[in-house]
């Protein structure tokens, strides 16, 4: 892999000579970022942690786990930039019991939220965890879902609407694909109604430029 090359500002001043490491760093520097080398920025065109600058930074897109946190029941994204697709990415999240619906949302420029689909949350400490993500294919919005359920049950809403039931060594993966929206997507949302909250896993926020939409 190519080396990354930090090149301070006061060596390409107008009138410094010309150095032949500078050089190669101007030269090197394209090929490194394209491998994505540690210290060199992120590829904004790639999927990337929505908080990373820079290969190798700490920066995990990590909006809520419940080792770090604690339980929640209502957990919104960071505001969503223009200029973006967005994919909301959830792992082993569940409640203490088969009871739990967890609902996924968006949020829109004019103030309202949309239910994409819904989620049985399974039993904490069992197989019956949630993995998967919902994502915007462009910045005002066509949202495609995709998930696996180990184990446990799923619930969805829209495309899919009744409970399937697998057991515990099966998976099963669901789509999902809601209606264009001619309103600027602004944030993901997952609320867990009836006094209930997400008990486990992590919730993640990734984000990639994209150039169709204007």
Known sequence: MTDWTTIP???IEAG???????GRALRDNPVAIAEG???????AAGWHP???VSVGDVATGKIWSYDEDGQISDLIT???????????????????DESATADVRV????GSYQDLFSILLGQ??????NIGYVRTVLPPGIYTSFHTFEGGAAKGRGAYSDPVDFTVDQQATLYTHITYRRVTATAFRIV???RKALRSGAVYLYRRREYISG
């Open 78 to 96: 960071p505001t969503l930039e223009a200029g973006y697709e967005y994919m909301l990415y959830w792992d082993r999240i569940s409640w203490n």
């Open 16 to 22: 410094k000579p010309g150095r032949a490491v500078d």
């Open 37 to 43: 080398a540690p210290g060199a920025p992120v590829v």
């Open 192 to 194: 867990v109604r009836n």
């Open 124 to 129: 904490l400490g069992s197989v019956a965890w």
């Open 107 to 110: 949020g829109y420029s004019n």
């Open 9 to 11: 500002n006061n060596v």
């Open 50 to 52: 929505f908080d990373k």
